[in-house]
């Protein structure tokens, strides 16, 4: 599962890793879906990703409880630090895969509570977070009571930057 999928880049990733498994990539952009789809059909990964519009587990319904893994890069960049960022990105990228809202934790939140009722027992949980914001979501994750064997884990810069756990 790839939710918010943008460009479709992570879905790609796991289609290559994954040759026997189905992708599900799911995106509110209408746009970010047609990139999306050219993309996988450009790299040959077409018949392997499906794809559909809406937000985030909303279209995926029919798969409850069935999911290996979700992973996602969603909005983490908290509003007020939106006007900050560098041109190449808040003139380009949609304000939609950028903003987090107030904490910036917003739809990682969100992921926590609701990818429960999607993933099998042992299922993968994995999203990708600003820098600094691993501490919290940690104890999100661990809040929940859902998750096991929680990690923050590195970028290749060395700064925690993605958030892997288990459903247990």
């Given at each position: 599962?790839?939710?918010?999928?943008?460009?479709?880049?992570?879905?790609?990733?796991?289609?290559d890793s994954f040759t026997q498994a189905t992708i599900h990539a799911v995106d509110t952009s209408?746009?970010?879906?047609?990139?999306?789809?050219e993309n996988a059909?450009?790299?040959?990964?077409?018949s392997q990703i499906e794809f559909y519009q809406g937000s985030w587990w909303t279209p995926l319904q029919h798969l409850?409880?069935?999911?290996?893994?979700?992973?996602s890069n969603p909005p983490y960049i908290p509003?007020?630090?939106?006007?900050?960022l560098q041109p190449e990105v808040k003139d380009h990228e949609p304000i939609l895969a950028l903003d987090g809202g107030n904490d910036g934790l917003e739809?990682?939140?969100?992921?926590?509570?609701t990818s429960?009722?999607?993933?099998v027992s042992g299922g993968i949980f994995l999203v990708?977070?600003?820098?600094?914001?691993?501490e919290e979501v940690r104890q999100l994750l661990e809040a929940s009571g859902c998750y096991q064997a929680i990690e923050i884990l590195p970028d290749l810069g060395g700064i925690g930057r993605f958030a892997l756990a288990y459903l247990g």
């Open positions: 599962m790839d939710l918010g999928t943008g460009s479709g880049a992570i879905s790609l990733g796991l289609a209408s746009k970010a879906l047609t990139v999306a789809t059909i450009n790299e040959g990964f077409s409850k409880g069935q999911v290996c893994g979700m992973v509003t007020s630090l939106l006007s900050q739809a990682i939140t969100y992921l926590i509570n429960p009722d999607y993933l990708e977070m600003m820098a600094g914001q691993g």
